[in-house]
């Protein structure tokens, strides 16, 4: 079975980092893209960033451009994301998500594309 697992979620005060984690089972073959999606309470699920993981060039989310730092270890199938100067409004439920190769054209940033999901780890940033 395949699983999307992510870790490092938490509590920080503005103006704190976080850094998760999202690490690979069940599957051997390299992703072909892998991103980080979050969900505000009430809101749609919004994609934040996101990278193929051939090219190694990461795409970002307006709101994440100049905080957010994207990187992945492909010899474990594993991403990061690195959350900086955080604010009250990136208080959400982060989702780890994850494309094989057997899909073609994808939209990196919009969540429907995407096969596989990790269960989410939380974020709170607190004024």
């Known amino acids: 079975e395949v699983q999307l697992l992510e870790s490092g979620g938490g509590s920080v005060q503005a103006g704190g980092s976080l850094r998760l984690s999202c690490e690979t089972s069940g599957y051997t073959r390299e992703w072909k893209y892998m991103g980080w999606f979050r969900q505000r309470s009430g809101d749609e699920r919004e994609g934040v960033a996101a990278?193929?993981?051939?090219?190694?060039?990461?795409e970002y989310s307006d709101s994440a451009k100049g905080r957010f730092i994207l990187s992945q270890d492909r010899a474990k199938n594993s991403l990061y994301l690195e959350l900086n100067n955080l604010e009250p409004e990136d208080t959400a439920m982060y989702y780890c998500?994850?494309?094989?190769?057997?899909?073609?054209?994808?939209?990196?940033?919009?969540?429907?594309?995407?096969?596989?999901w990790g269960r989410g780890a939380q974020v709170t940033v607190s004024p």
């Open positions: 990278i193929f993981i051939a090219g190694h060039t990461a």
């Open positions: 998500a994850a494309i094989s190769w057997k899909i073609g054209r994808v939209a990196p940033l919009e969540a429907h594309g995407y096969e596989f």
